[in-house]
């Protein structure tokens, strides 16, 4: 059964600092997805990463995935307090069905 | 219009009544997709569209939950005698054929079952 995890599930962190969300799953896959949800609302797509060693970066965010560890990162550099929302990641399983974290809420305090 | 479109946003039921909740895709798109997103949870796959034919509906719950796409557009989920337990919001995303598998979701229909 393919399972994915993040860490932290909870973040708080002072503008201007640099952190990092993990992405874990338990099963081959070579597609791996970031979206962002704000509160009340739905699901914005960030990255798509679709092979070994992907490295996307868009503004202060950079995702990653190393499918052989089975581990994708989500970087921020130098927070601002609009990135403030919940990210998640979501895998692959088979014909678009996509298997989710439980998402990293991430609060940058101004 | 140019995104996902559901109706209702907001649906409150009492248990036993039977709901409709409608998703509109983006035009042009021919892969649609049910999930179910719980409170503090990642959404939940439930069922998927390849045209008009549910092409994976391994995600649905239990009979009691069913979903047509009967032109290939607009898709409707069904829940018959609501239980408390279905109590969440439930997102409709579409994505275009031979794409990455991105997914563009619709803003969700919130139900509640009383």
């Known amino acids: 059964e393919l399972k994915v995890e993040q860490n932290p599930l909870f973040l708080s962190m002072q503008e201007g600092k640099n952190y990092t969300i993990y992405c874990n799953y338990s099963?081959?896959?070579?597609?791996l997805y970031w979206y962002r949800q704000d509160p009340g609302k739905s699901l914005e797509s960030l990255f798509v990463?679709?092979?070994n060693g992907a490295v996307k970066q868009e503004g202060r965010l950079m995702a990653s995935l190393d499918t052989k560890a089975r581990l994708s990162t989500l970087h921020i550099t130098a927070a601002v307090h609009d990135l403030s929302a919940t990210y998640f990641c979501?895998?692959?399983?088979?014909?678009?069905?996509?298997?989710w974290g439980a998402g990293t809420k991430l609060i940058i305090k101004p | 219009g140019a995104g996902v479109s559901q109706t209702p946003s907001n649906k409150v039921t009492e248990k036993g009544k039977y709901v409709e909740l409608r998703c509109d895709p983006i035009s042009g798109h021919t892969a649609l997709y049910w999930y179910r997103q719980s409170l503090g949870q990642g959404p939940e796959f439930l069922i998927y569209?390849?045209?008009?034919?549910?092409?994976?509906d391994s995600g649905l719950p239990n009979d009691r939950f069913f979903a047509v796409r009967p032109e290939g557009s607009v898709s409707t989920l069904k829940i018959q005698r609501t239980e408390r337990g279905d109590s969440a919001v439930y997102l409709c995303?579409?994505?275009?054929?031979?794409?990455?598998?991105?997914?563009?979701f619709g803003e969700g229909s919130r139900l509640t079952v009383l």
């Open positions: 569209f390849q045209g008009t034919g549910a092409a994976d």
């Open positions: 995303a579409s994505s275009s054929q031979g794409s990455t598998g991105e997914l563009f």
């Open positions: 099963t081959i896959s070579d597609r």
């Open positions: 979501a895998v692959d399983k088979v014909h678009y069905q996509l298997i």
């Open positions: 990463l679709l092979s």
